[in-house]
């Protein structure tokens, strides 16, 4: 193992966010209104502390929810830290989604326990809607086993080649697990770093 792994993977061991805590819907602060984890433009009401309404509102035109006055602002607002969409998993979904690890035009509804598809108007989802651009698929994202995170693997980053994630916590890595191969590539088969690997990018 080269210097620079091993200097990249003492950063990474101070990391402890998940990313997928903040895409819960918060009204456990006894206000009226809350944040749409996944959505600034947006707010939710609560009706107490574990019950919100079902669908988001939206602030008026040019305003934004801001987090500190639970209120929709045009300026100084604070919008929510952006949260990891993609959950691949119902135990945690992402606002009762989870995405497919293989197929980008569909998800499953937890709640309903069924698959949807995307229309072919707005083909991809990312997470939490179907969209147009296939670079949010979910589908890109890499995601760690429990196996993975018992025993350190690094996993490939789809949109380079020269990057990996290392597993530190089941599900999507985050970016402060994010590591760069000093030379070569990632190498798919010996899930580390070599220098005869091809480039293999299927999301850039
Ligand atoms: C891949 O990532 C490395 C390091 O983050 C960056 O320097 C490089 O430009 C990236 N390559 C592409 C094709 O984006």
Redesign the pocket.
């Not at 949109?159 to 990057?163: A, D, E, H, S």
């Given at each position: 193992m080269s210097p620079y792994v091993v200097v990249a993977l003492l950063m990474v061991g101070v990391s402890t966010s998940t990313g997928m805590d903040t895409c819960k819907i918060d009204c456990t602060h006894n206000l009226p209104f809350t944040a749409d984890p996944v959505d600034c433009r947006n707010y939710y009401i609560c009706y107490g502390f574990f019950e919100h309404s079902e669908f988001p509102f939206t602030c008026d035109s040019g305003m934004f929810f801001d987090l500190n006055s639970h209120t929709c602002l045009s300026s100084g607002y604070k919008c929510t830290p952006d949260c990891e969409k993609c959950s691949f998993d119902c135990a945690a979904p992402v606002l009762g989604k989870r995405a497919s690890t293989v197929d980008c035009g569909v998800y499953f509804d937890c709640e309903h326990n069924d698959w949807i598809s995307c229309s072919p108007d707005d083909p991809y989802f990312d997470g939490h809607v179907c969209q147009k651009d296939e670079y949010h698929c979910c589908t890109c994202k890499s995601s760690c086993s429990d196996y993975d995170v018992a025993n350190h693997v690094m996993v490939p980053?789809y949109?380079?080649?020269?990057?990996f994630y290392l597993c530190l916590e089941p599900g999507i890595p985050d970016e402060s697990t994010?590591g760069?191969c000093p030379s070569g590539n990632y190498d798919s088969q010996r899930k580390t770093c070599t220098d005869d690997a091809p480039c293999i990018?299927p999301c850039?």
């Open positions: 980053d949109r380079n080649c020269t990057n994010h760069h990018q850039a």
